[in-house]
């Protein structure tokens, strides 16, 4: 499967035409997905009779889209017309089919994207690892015996493993970035309130983003400039126009104070992660260190109001369906749900304050590097690993990193460092409303060819 | 909602205040639970009396991993419980009238 940008010049320029691209999206995704378990959902009828109408309007002549023929897939908790959205659950099958796709969903589609199916996911998005009971785990490219990361794990194994050139997944914690780094491809957790979250299932009000993965900057960023704009369905979702990244893109890390992030960043980190972080500081001549202050009380603030609010979501589902969900995200949405109101109003209130020093911070930098992972893809099923000789468990450690940077919903681009045998991932964070500064100093390391996302043979 | 650019507003710095309360605090009852080998449990004594106030099955068997999962989150808690901020201090979401 070639990138996004591939595509799209084949189709435009007549090389090659949607419908024979959507096949072969459709071919690869019958062939190799036994192997990924990445989709729950494939929606070939739909995406036949999308690509037909692009090279309709191909032959007539009308202006194609900028994503005209690429096909995607979405986490199943995006609404996708006609499907039940399962958000990784047993209990939400249940439910009646979706009767309109979610806003992202008709903006990729707006732009000629072609939507082929719904993926894989974590339960309910309270997952960092990617595997599911009800559907089996979603596995790795690189490795089909690790696991992919989560919770957007079918995301980063249908990306990773060539079956589609962008995904849509959903991070509240970490759950596009984790699976970029461990799939080694890449992720853009936009701005909080940037994306429109309107007919998706939801997990963390105060923390939900959405956003795309992909396998080049370039993809990332069409994809991206595609879903932005104000929406009335979304309350989050920020009144203000477009700010395009892709034009910005060619300009790089030019002039950019770049700084990377020491204390609690430097902390409980693999071999491979500060390889690969250490890498990257080197290709931009980020020298500087910057501390991020509190993060470890960011992350546990975060913590708490995911347990919080995500048991309040699910409270009822919990007092009559309890016995349906995975147990593993049962018993943390049960605490969830005894948790004192106090510490979730002292978890806001911390917040706040952790909101204005970081954006202090921002005025003498423009982007903090960071690791996206403490370490590489761990087994499928692999409860702990040890680092620096400490044993800790997996579930609760994939998101150390990603959690203090969602908290206060600073953009973050997850960069894929191709190390052997497995790949990881580094964080470029840039302020609020910048995700154009993270995503040019992405495209100056894949240009310099510092990170990369190639297809792995599986 | 919490709406970030609203509240991109200039604001008095909380961070420059004296804290208003002392950091000395007492502690969480439940922060003391493996001093209480071979005694009861008041964590187990809260998830009980909880769970039935929000009448949530709690089966016996998930009653450890619920515990447990409590203990984590409320050891998470403490660590910024535990961080004076001024009772002026705001919460991040802001609702708009």
């Known amino acids: ?458 | 909602m919490t709406n970030h650019k609203g509240a991109r507003r200039s604001r008095k710095s909380s961070a420059s205040r004296p804290p208003a309360r002392s950091r000395t605090r007492a502690k969480p009852a439940v922060k003391s639970n493996k001093a209480h080998a071979g005694a009861a449990d008041p964590l187990d004594a809260f998830i009980e009396a909880a769970a039935r106030a929000l009448a949530l099955p709690v089966e016996p068997a998930w009653q450890p991993v619920v515990k447990m999962n409590l203990r984590v989150i409320l050891g998470q808690a403490a660590l910024f419980s535990e961080f004076s901020l001024p009772d002026e201090a705001e919460p991040a979401p802001i609702f708009t009238a």
């Open chain 1, 1 to 458: 499967m070639q990138t996004a940008t591939g595509i799209v010049n084949a189709v435009q320029s007549g090389a090659a035409t949607a419908t024979e691209t959507v096949e072969a999206a459709l071919d690869a995704i019958k062939l190799r997905n036994p192997k990924l378990t990445a989709f729950t959902a494939v929606t070939a009828e739909r995406a036949r009779k999308r690509a037909a109408a692009i090279d309709e309007d191909r032959a007539a002549a009308r202006p194609l889209g900028p994503l005209a023929g690429v096909p995607f897939a979405v986490k199943n908790l995006f609404d996708v017309k006609g499907l039940p959205t399962l958000a990784g659950s047993k209990i939400n099958r249940e439910l009646p089919p979706a009767t309109r796709d979610a806003t992202v969903i008709e903006r990729l589609q707006a732009a000629g994207a072609v939507l082929v199916g719904a993926l894989n996911m974590g339960e309910y998005a309270y997952d960092f690892t990617g595997e599911n009971v009800h559907d089996g785990p979603s596995r790795n490219p690189r490795d089909v015996k690790r696991m992919t990361g989560g919770s957007s794990g079918g995301s980063g194994s249908a990306v990773a493993g060539g079956l589609v050139p962008i995904a849509l997944g959903s991070d509240t914690n970490g759950s596009i970035r984790v699976p970029a780094s461990l799939c080694g491809i890449f992720g853009l957790k936009p701005t909080y309130g940037r994306l429109s979250r309107a007919r998706s299932f939801p997990f963390v009000s105060s923390l939900d983003h959405i956003g795309p993965l992909a396998r080049s900057v370039t993809d990332l960023a069409l994809a991206y400039d595609a879903m932005q704009g104000p929406d009335p369905d979304d309350p989050v979702c920020a009144d203000s126009p477009p700010e395009p990244a892709s034009p910005r893109l060619s300009r790089g890390a030019d002039g950019l104070r770049i700084a990377v992030a020491g204390g609690y960043f430097q902390k409980g980190m693999s071999g491979e992660a500060r390889a690969a972080l250490a890498r990257v500081a080197k290709a931009l001549d980020a020298e500087d260190e910057v501390e991020i202050p509190e993060a470890a009380r960011a992350r546990a603030a975060a913590y708490v109001i995911t347990a919080a609010e995500g048991a309040a979501l699910h409270l009822e589902r919990l007092r009559t369906r309890a016995r349906d969900f995975d147990p593993a995200v049962r018993d943390r949405l049960i605490a969830g749900a005894m948790v004192p109101a106090t510490l979730v109003n002292q978890a806001q209130k911390f917040r706040r304050w952790y909101r204005e020093r970081m954006l202090e911070l921002f005025a003498g930098v423009d982007a903090i590097l960071a690791p996206a992972t403490p370490c590489t893809a761990p087994l499928i099923g692999q409860q702990t690993f040890v680092i620096d000789g400490v044993e800790l468990p997996v579930r609760a450690n994939l998101g150390i990193y990603t959690q203090p940077i969602s908290f206060i919903g600073l953009p973050a681009v997850a960069v894929p460092v191709p190390l052997k045998p497995l790949p990881i991932g580094v964080q470029i964070i840039a302020a609020p409303w910048r995700e154009d500064v993270a995503l040019r100093i992405a495209y100056d390391l894949e240009r310099a060819g510092v990170v990369a996302a190639p297809v792995p043979k599986y």
